[in-house]
C-alpha cells in the first residue's frame, strides 16, 4: 500500500483551492542538488498520483452509471474548475525541472532520460490558449458514452444493451440473428448524425490544438504528445501495407472457409458470430462470480501472484463486470495510482469475448500492479503499446489453461480458432481505423459527405472480398461510429496491433518455454516505462518490429497453428 510523505495522509482533494498550496511549495522550492531534484520529482509524482486517483474514480462512477447526475457533476467539475489549473501549473513545473543544474546528472540514468524527454514533449505542446479547448474537448467526449449508452433494443420482449444484443448474433437460427443484426444496427443509425456532428466538431477542436502549438495538424501533434519516439507516421503507412499484403489473404483464406462450413451462397455480416458448424454459442461462464472464480483459477495455474492480484480486486470492491442499462459501453482496467489497485469494467454477458476481455483487463491489472513499487508515477504510466502487450500476452499465455473454461476438447479447440480468427480480423480493423484517423486529421476541413466516400475506400482496402454488404452499405458507412477510440482518445489504436504482434511473438516462445516466456513476460512489465519500448519488448523475448517481413513469419505461425487444432 502506498503511503504519503508530502501529501497529509488524510488529504483530500476538494477544488482547486485545496490543491494549490501543495503545487506553490514545489515551485518555490530550491533545487541545489541531485538528491533534493530527485526529491523534488517523488513529491510532484505524489501530487499528481492523489489527483489521478481522485479524478479516476470520479471517471469510473460515470461509467458505472451515465444517467448518475451527481456522478456526472463531479467529474465535468473535476475537467472545468481544477483541471484548467493543473495545465498552467504542470507547464511551469516542468520548465523548473528541465532547467535545474543537475538535470544532465540525472539523465544518465535512461529512466530519468525518457521523463525528460516527456517533459520536452509536453512544453512542446503546452499553449496557455488551449487549456479551455481541452476543456472543451473533454466534455465532447463524455457525449459519445451517453449517446452510446442510451442505446437499447427489444429482442423477444425484452430490452437489451448492444453489447447484449450482440451475444444473440451467435444463434443458429439464420433469420433470427438476421433480424437482430438489422435491430442493432438501425439502432445505431438513429444517432448517425449525432455523432457525426460530435466526431466533426472534435475534429475541429483537435485541429485547433495542433494549430495553435504550431503543428500542422493534429496527427502529427499527437504523435508528439503521445511520445512516441520509436516510430513516425510513416512507419504506420508501412503496417498498413504490410496488413493488405499479409494478413489481408489469411483473412480472406479463413473467411472463404467460414461460408463454406456455413454452406450458403452468400455470406452475410450477420453470420461471423454464429458457429460455422452449427453448434450452440460457447459460453464459458454464467455470471459475473463464475467467471471471476474461474479466472482467478487460471491466474493461479500461471503463477500464484497473478491470482492473488485478482483476489484483492475482488475484495476491494474494484471489478464490475456485468452488462447493465445505463451503464457506458466497452472495458477498461483503469490504474489507481496511490492505492495500486486498479480497477476493471467489463460489459460481460457471458459470451466468449467476454472471457477474452478478462483475460485481457487482467493482464493490464496485473501490469498496475507490478509497477507500483516505481520511483516516480511517471514511470508506472506506460505508452500504450507496451500496455497493450501486457494485456493482449495475457490472453494467449492464459489459453494453455481455457480447459477450466471448457472442459470439453472440442470446445476448447474451437475457443482457440475462435480467438486466433478474432485475431486475424483485428488487425485489419485497427488497420482500417489507423488509416481512417491519418485521413481525417491530414485533412481536417473535409466534408461529412467526403469522410464517408473515404472510409468506404479503406474499409474495402482491408476487408475481405468474400462477405456480400449489398442492401447493408449504409451500415457499412457507419461503422467506424461504433469505435470509441475514435471519438475519446485519437490515435490510440494502432498501439493494439504492435502489442498484438508481441503478444504473438511472447506465445509463440512459450510454446517452446513455457515458463521463460512468463518470466520474460513479467520481467518486461516490471520495467513499466523506465526504458524504451524497444528494450522493454526485447526483455519480454520479442521483437518491436511490424515490417511485412516479421508480419509474415508470425502469419505463419498463426496459420500453422490454426491447422492444427
Same mark, same amino acid.
Given at each position: 500500500?502506498?503511503?504519503?510523505?508530502?501529501?497529509?495522509?488524510?488529504?483530500?482533494?476538494?477544488?482547486?483551492?485545496?490543491?494549490?498550496?501543495?503545487?506553490?511549495?514545489?515551485?518555490?522550492?530550491?533545487?541545489?542538488?541531485?538528491?533534493?531534484?530527485?526529491?523534488?520529482?517523488?513529491?510532484?509524482?505524489?501530487?499528481?498520483?492523489?489527483?489521478?486517483?481522485?479524478?479516476?474514480?470520479?471517471?469510473?462512477?460515470?461509467?458505472?452509471?451515465?444517467?448518475?447526475?451527481?456522478?456526472?457533476?463531479?467529474?465535468?467539475?473535476?475537467?472545468?474548475?481544477?483541471?484548467? *489549473?493543473?495545465?498552467?501549473?504542470?507547464?511551469? @513545473?516542468?520548465? $523548473?525541472?528541465? %532547467?535545474?543544474?543537475?538535470?544532465?546528472? /540525472?539523465? &544518465?540514468?535512461?529512466?530519468?532520460?525518457?521523463?525528460?524527454?516527456?517533459?520536452?514533449?509536453?512544453?512542446?505542446?503546452?499553449?496557455?490558449?488551449?487549456?479551455p479547448i481541452h476543456t472543451e474537448i473533454q466534455l465532447n467526449t463524455t457525449k459519445y458514452g451517453v449517446i452510446t449508452a442510451a442505446m437499447t433494443i427489444e429482442i423477444e420482449g425484452k430490452?437489451?444493451?448492444?453489447?447484449?444484443?450482440?451475444?444473440?448474433?451467435?444463434?443458429?437460427?439464420?433469420?433470427?440473428?438476421?433480424?437482430? *443484426?438489422?435491430?442493432?444496427?438501425?439502432?445505431? @443509425?438513429?444517432? $448517425?448524425?449525432? %455523432?457525426?456532428?460530435?466526431?466533426?466538431? /472534435?475534429? &475541429?477542436?483537435?485541429?485547433?490544438?495542433?494549430?495553435?502549438?504550431?503543428?500542422?495538424?493534429?496527427?502529427?501533434?499527437?504523435?508528439?504528445?503521445?511520445?512516441?519516439?520509436?516510430?513516425?507516421?510513416?512507419?504506420?503507412?508501412?503496417?498498413?501495407?504490410?496488413?493488405?499484403?499479409?494478413v489481408v489473404p489469411l483473412l480472406n483464406q479463413l473467411t472463404a472457409e467460414r461460408k463454406k462450413q456455413l454452406g450458403v451462397d452468400r455470406l452475410r455480416p450477420f453470420d461471423f458470430a454464429?458457429?460455422?458448424?452449427?453448434?450452440?454459442?460457447?459460453?464459458?461462464?454464467?455470471?459475473?462470480?463464475? %467467471?471471476?472464480?474461474?479466472?482467478?483459477?487460471?491466474?493461479?495455474?500461471?503463477?500464484?501472484?497473478?491470482?492473488?492480484?485478482?483476489?484483492?480486486?475482488?475484495?476491494?470492491?474494484?471489478?464490475?463486470?456485468?452488462?447493465?442499462?445505463?451503464?457506458?459501453?466497452?472495458?477498461?482496467?483503469?490504474?489507481?495510482?496511490?492505492?495500486?489497485?486498479?480497477?476493471?469494467?467489463?460489459?460481460?454477458?457471458?459470451?466468449?469475448?467476454?472471457?477474452?476481455?478478462?483475460?485481457?483487463?487482467?493482464?493490464?491489472?496485473?501490469?498496475?500492479?507490478?509497477?507500483?513499487?516505481?520511483?516516480?508515477?511517471?514511470?508506472?504510466?506506460?505508452?500504450?503499446?507496451?500496455?497493450?502487450?501486457?494485456?493482449?500476452?495475457?490472453?494467449?499465455?492464459?489459453?494453455?489453461?481455457?480447459?477450466?473454461?471448457?472442459?470439453?476438447?472440442?470446445?476448447?479447440?474451437?475457443?482457440?480458432?475462435?480467438?486466433?480468427?478474432s485475431m486475424v480480423s483485428c488487425l485489419t480493423w485497427i488497420a482500417t481505423i489507423d488509416a481512417f484517423q491519418h485521413w481525417v486529421y491530414e485533412n481536417p476541413y473535409h466534408t461529412v459527405?467526403?469522410?464517408?466516400?473515404?472510409?468506404?475506400?479503406?474499409?474495402?482496402?482491408?476487408?475481405?472480398?468474400?462477405?456480400?454488404?449489398?442492401?447493408?452499405?449504409?451500415?457499412?458507412?457507419?461503422?467506424?461510429?461504433?469505435?470509441?477510440?475514435?471519438?475519446?482518445?485519437?490515435?490510440?489504436?494502432?498501439?493494439?496491433?504492435?502489442?498484438?504482434?508481441?503478444?504473438?511473438?511472447?506465445?509463440?516462445?512459450?510454446?517452446?518455454?513455457?515458463?521463460?516466456?512468463?518470466?520474460?513476460?513479467?520481467?518486461?512489465?516490471?520495467?513499466?516505462?523506465?526504458?524504451?519500448?524497444?528494450?522493454?519488448?526485447?526483455?519480454?523475448?520479442?521483437?518491436?518490429?511490424?515490417?511485412?517481413?516479421?508480419?509474415?513469419?508470425?502469419?505463419?505461425?498463426?496459420?500453422?497453428?490454426?491447422?492444427?487444432?
Open positions: 500500500m502506498y503511503t504519503r510523505t508530502f501529501l497529509p495522509i488524510d488529504f483530500s482533494i476538494t477544488d482547486w483551492a485545496s490543491i494549490q498550496p501543495f503545487y506553490d511549495e514545489l515551485l518555490n522550492r530550491k533545487i541545489t542538488s541531485l538528491e533534493l531534484l530527485k526529491q523534488f520529482l517523488i513529491d510532484w509524482s505524489e501530487v499528481e498520483g492523489a489527483l489521478q486517483e481522485d479524478a479516476g474514480w470520479r471517471y469510473i462512477h460515470t461509467s458505472l452509471n451515465t444517467v448518475d447526475e451527481a456522478a456526472k457533476a463531479r467529474y465535468a467539475y473535476f475537467i472545468t474548475e481544477i483541471e484548467p *489549473y493543473l495545465a498552467p501549473v504542470t507547464d511551469a @513545473l516542468n520548465k $523548473k525541472a528541465s %532547467l535545474a543544474k543537475e538535470v544532465d546528472k /540525472l539523465r &544518465q540514468e535512461p529512466q530519468f532520460d525518457i521523463f525528460f524527454k516527456k517533459i520536452e514533449n509536453s512544453l512542446r505542446c503546452y499553449r496557455k490558449e488551449n487549456i430490452e437489451l444493451t448492444l453489447q447484449q444484443a450482440a451475444a444473440q448474433l451467435e444463434s443458429t437460427d439464420r433469420s433470427f440473428r438476421q433480424a437482430v *443484426y438489422e435491430k442493432i444496427n438501425q439502432r445505431r @443509425l438513429q444517432d $448517425k448524425e449525432n %455523432l457525426d456532428i460530435l466526431y466533426s466538431t /472534435l475534429v &475541429q477542436q483537435r485541429h485547433q490544438l495542433a494549430l495553435n502549438a504550431g503543428f500542422k495538424n493534429f496527427r502529427d501533434y499527437a504523435f508528439v504528445a503521445m511520445n512516441r519516439f520509436d516510430y513516425n507516421p510513416a512507419s504506420c503507412f508501412s503496417f498498413h501495407a504490410a496488413i493488405k499484403e499479409e454464429v458457429d460455422p458448424h452449427g453448434r450452440m454459442p460457447l459460453r464459458p461462464f454464467s455470471d459475473e462470480k463464475e %467467471l471471476i472464480t474461474k479466472t482467478i483459477t487460471v491466474f493461479e495455474r500461471l503463477a500464484p501472484f497473478l491470482a492473488d492480484c485478482l483476489r484483492t480486486m475482488e475484495k476491494m470492491g474494484h471489478l464490475d463486470l456485468a452488462s447493465r442499462k445505463g451503464k457506458a459501453p466497452g472495458g477498461y482496467n483503469y490504474p489507481l495510482d496511490e492505492t495500486g489497485v486498479p480497477f476493471i469494467f467489463m460489459n460481460a454477458a457471458s459470451t466468449f469475448r467476454d472471457l477474452i476481455t478478462m483475460f485481457h483487463e487482467g493482464g493490464h491489472a496485473v501490469h498496475s500492479f507490478l509497477v507500483h513499487d516505481l520511483l516516480l508515477n511517471d514511470f508506472k504510466h506506460c505508452p500504450s503499446e507496451i500496455a497493450e502487450l501486457a494485456s493482449m500476452s495475457m490472453e494467449l499465455l492464459t489459453m494453455s489453461h481455457w480447459d477450466v473454461f471448457f472442459t470439453d476438447p472440442a470446445s476448447l479447440n474451437r475457443a482457440k480458432k475462435e480467438h486466433l480468427i459527405a467526403e469522410r464517408r466516400e473515404h472510409w468506404r475506400r479503406i474499409f474495402r482496402e482491408f476487408s475481405d472480398d468474400i462477405t456480400d454488404w449489398s442492401g447493408y452499405e449504409e451500415f457499412q458507412d457507419h461503422l467506424w461510429q461504433k469505435q470509441l477510440h475514435l471519438f475519446e482518445v485519437p490515435f490510440y489504436y494502432i498501439e493494439y496491433a504492435i502489442a498484438q504482434l508481441g503478444a504473438i511473438g511472447v506465445w509463440k516462445n512459450a510454446q517452446e518455454n513455457p515458463q521463460k516466456a512468463l518470466d520474460n513476460y513479467l520481467s518486461a512489465l516490471k520495467l513499466g516505462y523506465t526504458a524504451s519500448m524497444s528494450t522493454v519488448y526485447q526483455t519480454a523475448g520479442v521483437c518491436f518490429d511490424f515490417s511485412q517481413a516479421y508480419i509474415r513469419s508470425l502469419v505463419q505461425f498463426l496459420r500453422k497453428a490454426y491447422m492444427e487444432w
